[in-house]
């Protein structure tokens, strides 16, 4: 139904979309999710032309929207958008709000468009509130009637932009089972969210956005479950990562532990695994790895810690020969380490001039 | 790492607070290389010790073997993190805690 | 509410105060012998900017402080309110202040003269110019100019003026540029105009088959004005200067002024000299109309059927003063301390009683002479006359009606309104006349038949010998003594000058009242103030509409899509924004009518309102850009993603909300100007303020015209006020009914 091929969206300082290539079907219910900043909102609004791609083509059915000579008014009435600030027209009230579109553009009777405006008022809840005037409704209630005011002009498709981050908490629910709803009747929607897990049940494809693209798309279970990239991974698994790079064998191993122990606390590790890590690096990186290596050397240190399943592993990558800690002749060491660790692998690699990897999982 | 001593006679008591590891071991050592002549009872308090690693097990194996020699060495306030790199270590074996 | 109004009250009482003890002037500058021009050294002077006098003067009294004003009514205001001691002008002017009563005075010394002309474009109309000297050279040899003269340069103001609205111009129309504050030259009489000028050239229109257009515009104006030949001519007693001839063509002199410098009235508060220009008030018929009009020619004389009708007519403020003896001054003034009098030495009046002119009567006649005479010598007269003409009312009975058993019975006429000569006490008459009657009927033995008529009847009863005597404090006038024996005069009265001393309060109210009858009902001069309404009401409402539609037209070009448009339409905007920021009002509308629009068939009225279409037009760009950026930017993605166009979101989202914020200002800006409409006047455009103006300018008044004209504008802009705000009431989104949105759905 959608085409995009070779999105690109580029500003004066940034350039958040570098190359989108997607295919949108008929029926599609795809959460759009990724941190901050990385084009999310920007892909949708690049759909319905809010904002114009630098260069790129977005076919809507057959009709290339792109294009200058499309009209694109007719091409927005079909397709709706509900905004994270409700954007409701304040100087009607909310019966009019909904009923203003279908009047104007599609030519619909009064008597009409204030039937059917009801009845999707119904379907949302809020038919006693027919009559007031946005500044007396609730933000949910807002983004309901939001909502309504989209499906009223019959769309072949919406575009949710983070409809909820602008509410309190006690509101999501409300406006996130109104989109269940439609989501369950078949309707195409595309929803850029924060919440992971409604994300998550609500759709049929995942769109995981990073590096000026769509990174990985998949579905709900592919994603959530079973990440394949790395950020993705560190991502959905909310990893914290704290990574340092050794070139000299007089480097810095206070200043080292120090910074361990915020990245620690400030990721709230417990004490014990802290000093764990730190014993493991001490034991495995200095005792045991250190001495091996080159006068020149690389050696990379990278713990990852995941708040959700409270587990913190460490990552030593290093060049020169191949060397197999687990082999180390340092048995005090060894013994150490592998008591504070659950599991200690050992592979040759050949990343980014390294030639050893070791990951540590650390108890 | 703090190092408090208390020497009784023939019998000096260690206090080690803090972190015992890669760089602090060496100050422990030349603790010892001073001060251990002549003592018959040496008593390590580790109530106050965090973090101990193969560096510092070294250094106490040193002293282990010095005091054997001379007489006898402890250890005692030993928590459990600590026991528990004495006994993966083998050391358990070797020293006398209390 | 209430608070509102009682402080407008106070603050209008406290103005009118400051005004009224503006014109309190009982000290004139010299003291005997009136004021020389060598007192006016060191003095303030003023003088109309522009005028032969802003010369003239300073050559006079070189060392007199100098201050210039735009009009007559300026000056004299300034010269009542002490801010200057004098001022120049030509004479005439100084008998058409006397017309309205100004409380003035002249320097009286030879000051020099002005020679007026009319004036044309330099070389041009050189065969009216021939006309115009062979008409001036006419009317001078035929005496004509001379009659006219008289008629406007005299006591009185002329009641009768020559039209001019029905000239046949055969030969065409001559534009007349004219200033209508110059009396009596050119001056407004029920909206016509009328005056020595006005008259002079409607006499050469009529004469040489034209008719005439006035353009009635400031002096500036008609000098500016003809020498751009806006206007075929000028007449406005414009003196020729060497100056002026190099600019302009002069016609021949057909008037040369007399330079008159003006000075505060030195009337002193008992000085007659008050009186001079006041009303006097007079009994139909009786000697004191005809003293009072010898002794104060230039007063108005009211005349009045009797005297307590003249009496509460001086109580009331409708006189200034009432001429009568002393005697009867003394015994009204009994009761009434307010009352005060100043002697009039020119007068004085005999007093005696009347006996009919026969032999009968001159031996009655005979006794009653000698009687007085002996009550002179007993001192008795005197004594009486302290009696009944002094301070207080004697309460006494003469028992007329007692004398008894009397040889002959005497008819005697007795007038009891001549107070306290003759009157009525408990019913019967008393008085000193009766007292003098009742000892002298006592001393030879007459009874008397008292008839109460009144003493002309009496008189005429004398000649049909109907009575024998007549009483009622008579005047001994030479023509009554043709028909009337009389007495010896056993008084010899003195003539006074009655006046009220009225409380502040009162003062107040009947200026208050003289001030509005002026402004207002004199010569229908409302008239003018409601063609004053009429133009500023116009002026406003085309210059709201057009500017509305400009402004907003110039918004909707600026956010055109055609990108050369928008840009062009913005920075032409920028451009004339900063213009009209920049620009006084006033100064755009000169520079519009005095150089872009120079035709004279431009009327002021639509230059006025071109002006304030750039400005109003410029307000409501700045406003529209300002308040539809105020709209915040979600609404309008909201709305294109719904599908709207552009336009159709600015019209249907946009506009609505952005007026929430552009109805307050907007309004605002209407009632501004309402108000700076008033400026108008400098383009020869006649509205409320200017109207206001003339009206000043023609009653030398200051208060109640300005306050007048003000509180006009107020109620206007008041009225606006409050029809705007009707209207953004209705405009509020939510003040509409639910059943009026829904209209035709059925829910």
Redesign the interface.
Known sequence: MIKINHLRKEYANVTPLKDVNVHIHRGDVISIIGPSGTGKSTLIRCI?M?ETPTSGSIFVGNECITDKKCNI?????????V?Q?????????I??NIM??PM??LGKS??DA?DDGMELLRTVGLADKA?N?PDELSGGQKQRV?IA??LA?EPEII?FDEPTSALDPTMVGEVQAVIKELAKKGLTLMIVTHEMRFAREIANRVFYMDEGGVYEDGTPEEIFDNPKREKTIRFIKHLKVWENLITSKDFDFIGFNTSLEEFGRRNQVPQKTIYRAQSVFEELGVQCILPELDNEFKLSVAFEYSQEEETLSMTLKYDGKHFDVRESTNMISLAIAKNASESIEYTQTQEDGFTNLVTVRIK | MTIEKNLNGAELNVKVIGRLDTTTAPQLEAEFKGNINGVEKLVLDFAELEYLSSAGLRVILAAQKVMNKQGEMIIKNVNDTINEIFEVTGFIDILTIE | MKRILCLLFALLMVVSLLAGCGSANNEGIGSDGGTKLSDLSGKKIGVMTGSIQAVMMPELVPDATYMEFNSVSDLIVALNSKKIDAFGCDESLYTSMLWEGQAVDRIDEPLGESNYGIIFPKGKKLDLQQKMNEYIATVKADGRLVALEEKWFGAKEPTEFVSYNHLNGANGTITVAINSAAMPFIYLNNNQFVGFDIEFITGFAKEYGYSIQFEDVAFAAILGGVQSEKYDLGMAGITITDEREESMDFSDVYHVEDLAVIIRSEAGANDLSQFNTATLGVVTGSLYGGYSREQFPNAKIKEFNNFSDVLVALKQGKVDGIMLDKPNFNSVARTDKSLSCITVPAYSVEIGFGFQKNDGGYSLQAQMNEFLAKLKNEGKIDELINKWYGETEPEERIPLDQLAGGTKTLNVAIDTTRKPFVYMYEGKPVGFEIEVLYMFCQEYGYNVNISDVSFASGLAGLASEKYDLVCGGLYMTDERKENVNFSDPYMNAEVVMAKYERSGFENFWLSLKDSFEKTFIREQRWKLIVEGIYTTLIISFFSVLGGTLFGFALYMLARSKTKWLSKLSRGFAKVYSTIIAGTPTLVILMILFYIVFTSPDMSGVVVAILGFILTFGSFVYEQLSLTVSGV?N??L?????????RN?TFF??VL??AM?MFLPSYSGEIVSLIKATSVVGYIAVNDLTKMGDIIRGNTYEAFFPLIAVAVIYFAITWGVAGLLGILKKKAE??RRK?KN??K????
């Open positions: 319905n809010l008014n007719k091409i927005r009435q079909k397709m709706g958008m905004f600030s409700f954007n409701l027209f304040n100087h009607m009230n019966i009019e203003a579109a104007d553009l009064k008597q204030y009559f005037y939001a005011r989209a002009m575009l | 915040d979600g609404q993605e909201a709305a294109y993603a719904l599908g709207y166009s159709q249907r989202i609505p909300q929430k989104p939510k639910n949105i829904l035709g759905v059925v829910r």
